[in-house]
């Protein structure tokens, strides 16, 4: 059950340059979406999100993009740098789960940001 | 700046044990969460907790598994008697009621389980 489907699960990208991290959902109730970043040996940490009624929101050099009509979004990271190396999971909120609302999870993309 | 700490970072055990996974939230959070990543696979949702009892639980978070607030501090995840596949990272997380519409959940470094 891929309610939410992270397809590439490794990019490469120069520093400097954007990264594009993908992510398609399922599940076209799903009205939240968090990215999280996860360092190894880390939890995963809280980076930026989108409610299902906008379209873009942007903080810093993170830029997320939601079409909810293709299910999709994308986290933009510009410009691009090592420190950025990392695993980005996409999640999804969960409304039918009530007030509890339970993440589902991508299986992440392994971002190396090359000097 | 306030975080999820968890404890033992690492835990081995034998099959059929009992493991005790330990959390502590961040003070103001109401809503508090486990998750596990069998290695290689996806974030999975175990239990979420509110108001000192079990909101809803997943079909993992079968009868050998319970969770409990003891002291209002700490939230445990219980194994009663570990099974090979149990072998996992487990993450704990938490949340503010204030964050409902947007569910930003704040996570710990979580506890590596190992069980031979």
């Known amino acids: 059950d891929q309610q939410v489907k992270q397809n590439s699960p490794s990019l490469s990208v120069q520093e400097g340059r954007i990264s594009i991290l993908n992510c398609d959902y399922t599940?076209?109730?799903?009205?939240?979406f968090l990215w999280y970043k996860k360092y190894p040996a880390e939890g995963p940490t809280f980076l930026i999100s989108?409610?299902?009624i906008k379209d873009k929101n942007e903080d810093g050099r993170f830029t997320v993009f939601l079409n909810k009509s293709a299910k999709h979004l994308s986290l933009h990271i510009v410009p691009s740098q090592p420190g950025d190396s990392a695993v980005y999971f996409c999640a999804a909120s969960d409304p039918n789960a009530g007030n509890n609302r339970k993440l589902i999870w991508g299986l992440g993309t392994s971002l190396a940001v090359n000097p | 700046e306030p975080e999820v700490t968890q404890t033992p970072s690492h835990q081995v055990t034998q099959m059929g044990q009992e493991v005790i996974l330990r959390c502590v939230p961040i003070s103001n959070h109401l809503y508090f969460y486990w998750y596990r990543q069998i290695l290689g696979q996806k974030v999975e949702f175990l239990v979420s907790f509110y108001n000192n009892e079990i909101s809803e639980k997943s079909e993992i978070f079968d009868d050998q598994f319970s969770v409990e607030r003891p002291d209002g501090s700490n939230f445990t995840l219980k194994i009663r008697s570990t099974k090979l596949e149990d072998s996992a990272m487990y993450f704990c997380a938490s949340r503010t009621q204030g964050a409902l519409a947007k569910n930003i959940q704040y996570f710990g470094a979580g506890t590596r389980l190992s069980v031979l």
């Open positions: 599940n076209s109730m799903f009205d939240y």
């Open positions: 989108i409610s299902s």
